[in-house]
């Protein structure tokens, strides 16, 4: 059985993150997605205004049908050495050090890391914004 892991904080889910989890669990059987912490978010975000708690948003990630399991975590670096999986699948915007310090645990220890694209015309940032602007 193959194992995708991917991570998020999805507090503002919209179709391209369920865009994700398809693409995701068709890379394999099993889509394990990490949702990050509130507390973590804000420790190292302190302007985020999260919308859900840890709890809540792990509900709603886990009812989505192509999601098997969902886990919390802190950093992407140690999830990754938490949870057994065989593909990592991130987006093209998830780079910064946690990041690279994931992908490289990874390359040293046989999973593939898979870089799925954005879905075009939406994002967590733009959708606040929008909301914004109907104020």
Not at 10 to 29: N, S, T, V, W
Not at 42 to 68: G, H, N, W
Not at 96 to 115: I, L, N, P, S, Y
């Amino acid at each position: 059985m193959k194992k995708i892991l991917t991570v998020g904080v999805y507090d503002l889910l919209h179709i391209g993150h369920i865009e994700l989890f398809r693409k995701a669990k068709a890379m394999g059987d099993y889509l394990i997605v990490a949702v990050q912490d509130s507390a973590y978010v804000k420790k190292f975000k302190p302007e985020a205004q999260l919308v859900y708690s840890t709890e809540e948003r792990c509900y709603m990630v886990r009812s989505i049908r192509y999601v098997d399991e969902v886990v919390v975590y802190d950093s992407v670096d140690k999830i990754v050495e938490e949870v057994d999986f065989d593909i990592f699948a991130k987006g093209p915007d998830q780079n910064h050090e946690g990041f690279m310090k994931a992908v490289a645990f990874c390359q040293e220890h046989g999973r593939e890391v898979k870089t799925l694209p954005r879905t075009d015309g939406i994002s967590s940032s733009e959708l606040k914004e929008l909301i914004q602007k109907m104020k």
